[in-house]
């Protein structure tokens, strides 16, 4: 349910960052603007069922003979990113799971996350990004650091 929230937020911040751009040029190229905006979202409904079919590869078995070893420079060194990190630290806690909201900026985009557990709230907004997964990544980033440091500071009291 939250992959899937996130995605309608995706892309209803995508169609606001286009109706921002068709509102901000002449009405002679409106026509050639809707015309876009209406590609922009078939390729993500294409998107979306692309990653729907990989996350079914996933679940597959693993073949030893189509494993290929990767090099340092290549290798994945972290399996999580922060938002991925954030939604497992409610789970394991019980607490619900982060609250994102994504607005648009000047072509880009900034991401709010709230985080409630028993008796706290955590909230913090990312800087602007250029696209909406990293400005998720660096609001979830935020919320880590500072959940990190009020839990260091409960510990010390």
């Known amino acids: 349910q939250t992959l899937q929230q996130r995605n ?9 960052r286009s109706i921002q751009i ?9 026509a050639l603007k809707i015309e876009t905006v209406i590609e922009g979202c ?3 409904c294409q998107r979306r069922i692309t990653q729907e079919g990989a996350f079914q590869h996933f679940e597959e078995p693993w073949s030893p003979q189509h494993i290929k070893r990767k090099r340092l420079s290549e290798a994945v060194l972290s399996m999580q990113d922060a938002c991925q990190e954030l939604d497992c630290i ?15 900026y000047d072509g880009r985009f900034q991401a709010k996350v709230t985080v409630k557990g028993v ?3 955590c909230s913090g907004a990312g800087e602007l990004r250029p696209s909406l997964h990293e400005a998720r990544e660096s609001a979830a980033a935020q919320v880590l650091a500072k959940l990190r440091s009020l839990a260091n500071q409960v510990q010390k009291s």
């Open 42 to 44: 078939k390729d993500m």
């Open 22 to 30: 068709i509102l901000n040029g002449s009405e002679d190229d409106l």
């Open 90 to 104: 409610c789970y394991k806690n019980n607490w619900i799971l982060p609250a994102y909201c994504v607005c648009p």
């Open 8 to 16: 309608i937020e995706y892309e209803i911040a995508q169609c606001d």
């Open 119 to 121: 008796e706290f709230e």
